[in-house]
């Protein structure tokens, strides 16, 4: 793997881990009602997965000068200006879609409980 993605993917994970952080609060906040709380979890990781699909369609707009991946880079690791761009703004395409696969798994999960809950209640 490329230094580039890799950074990407730590930078991705990163923000993933603090979104889950949050989306897991909310749900210990709302444990006192197992339906509620699944609901709730399942309907804001289906947020981050349209959040995070729509940054991966947006990839190509980012500027990498000013990107996460670019400023974790050593100086020996950088690519030249003229393929820096293309590298930094694929490697966040790609790192963006699989955790937006892997939140859409989640999401689903979520949702396939929350119904099982809703049909023993």
Request: glycine share 4%; hydrophobic share 55%.
């Amino acid at each position: 793997m490329h230094p580039i993605q890799h950074l990407a993917m730590i930078s991705v994970a990163r923000a993933c881990a603090y979104v889950g952080l949050g989306i897991m609060t909310i749900m210990v906040a709302l444990s006192y009602d197992p339906i509620l709380c699944v609901k709730s979890g399942a309907i804001l990781t289906s947020m981050l997965v349209v959040v995070l699909r729509y940054r991966a369609m947006r990839a190509d707009r980012i500027d990498y000068r000013h990107s996460e991946v670019w400023a974790m880079l050593d100086a020996s690791e950088m690519p030249p200006a003229d393929h820096a761009a293309r590298l930094v703004r694929n490697a966040y395409r790609d790192a963006l879609l699989r955790f937006g696969d892997y939140s859409l798994v989640m999401a689903a999960s979520l949702w396939a409980v929350a119904f099982v809950l809703w049909l023993w209640a």
